[in-house]
């Protein structure tokens, strides 16, 4: 992430601002915890980068207004596979009822 990949990286159109996605994930996980423990906001963190990742991707397309096939296809997996993530979560949430509150425990 740090290094360029010089031949197809043009700074005029890269300009999207990855540290507010960065900061936006890190204020969510310490806010919408399902622990205050330290592996669970870290995995808060990484559940909510994993859904705004593919941002920087999208807004890229939308500026150089071309893409090639093989790209196309590829954000679209991505993308349906992070809107499946949604029924995932609420099929869950009403079939693995283990704990008092009808939330999926950790002990199930």
Not at 15 to 35: D, N, Q, W
């Amino acid at each position: 992430m740090l290094n360029d990949y010089k031949p197809t990286h043009d700074p005029n159109q890269d300009t999207f601002r990855v540290e507010y996605l960065l900061g936006a994930a890190g204020v969510l996980a310490i806010v919408f915890p399902y622990k205050y423990t330290p592996t669970e906001m870290l995995w808060a963190f990484s559940i909510w980068l994993e859904s705004v990742a593919i941002l920087p991707q999208l807004f890229m397309l939308q500026r150089t207004g071309s893409a090639e096939t093989i790209t196309t296809h590829y954000i679209f997996a991505l993308g349906a596979y992070r809107a499946l993530y949604i029924p995932n979560w609420i099929w869950r949430c009403v079939s693995i009822t283990c704990g008092k509150d009808g939330l999926p425990s950790q002990h199930c």
